[in-house]
């Protein structure tokens, strides 16, 4: 199956600082991209859904500009979560989607934030 | 509108027993379905998916799930549990492709008792 590299698996940042996480389809170009949240012992939050070349669509109550996405290509979207706060600790992954009708997505293997 | 209902949170069994965890779905478009399996700290590996073709879908690592469209089910089972399936397990589902979103149901952790 396709392959979705997400980067960092870890990272621990202080408060007020920003982080990066990476998320790119390496032998697929990804038409959309998901990001998600997942908080202990629970399901996956869509936080956002991007489309490459073009601005994010955000879900309901997740402030744009504190985490900011890019799907700049086809093989690489980015979430910047800026000025973490620790309750911005969380599982965060990512998945993408080749294009046209293709419903399957390919999930990255998640990142865990730690904000100190 | 879709939503996806995993009746379960939790479920044990005995390592070599079958395993049921449960799905239902509903949809307002001919859906696809998916089970993922989730370890610990790890991305969603995808187990199996329904995409309108035969209604009975075997998966990787013994897994199956049958598709019925009365019963708005998704349920996925293996014949004999074994002590590295003990992970989360996600139903979701899904009424299109492109930017069309995938909707989870909450998770059952699935217990392997030795």
């Known amino acids: 199956g396709a392959v979705v590299s997400q980067h960092p698996s870890w990272v621990i940042c202080k408060s007020g600082t920003s982080v990066k996480i990476e998320c790119r389809s390496l032998?697929?170009?990804?038409?959309?991209m998901f990001w998600y949240r997942q908080f202990p012992k629970q399901s996956l939050m869509l936080m956002a859904t991007?489309?490459?070349?073009?601005?994010?669509?955000?879900e309901q109550g997740v402030e744009k500009d504190k985490f900011l996405i890019n799907h700049a290509s086809l093989t690489l979207s980015t979430l910047t979560v800026t000025s973490a706060h620790p309750e911005d600790s969380s599982f965060y992954i990512c998945?993408?989607?080749?294009?046209?009708?293709?419903?399957?997505?390919?999930f990255g293997q998640g990142t865990r934030l730690t904000v100190v | 509108a879709q939503s996806v209902t995993q009746l379960d949170s939790h479920v044990s069994v005995s390592e070599g027993t079958p395993v049921l965890l449960r799905c239902n779905y509903s949809?307002?478009?001919?859906?696809?379905l998916f089970w993922y399996v989730q370890h610990p700290n790890k991305g969603l590996q995808l187990l199996l998916k329904?995409?309108?073709?035969?209604?009975l879908v075997k998966g990787i690592n013994g897994f199956e799930a049958e598709f019925k469209k009365s019963e708005t089910s998704f349920h996925l089972t293996k014949p004999s549990a074994h002590m590295s399936d003990a992970a989360e397990y996600f139903c979701?589902?899904?009424?299109?492709?492109?930017?069309?979103?995938?909707?989870f149901g909450k998770g059952t952790h699935l217990i392997i008792q030795p």
């Open positions: 998945s993408a989607r080749a294009g046209g009708s293709d419903v399957e997505a390919f």
């Open positions: 032998d697929f170009q990804a038409t959309t």
């Open positions: 991007s489309n490459e070349g073009s601005k994010a669509t955000y």
């Open positions: 949809s307002s478009y001919s859906p696809s």
């Open positions: 329904y995409t309108s073709a035969a209604t």
């Open positions: 979701v589902v899904s009424s299109g492709g492109g930017a069309d979103g995938l909707t």
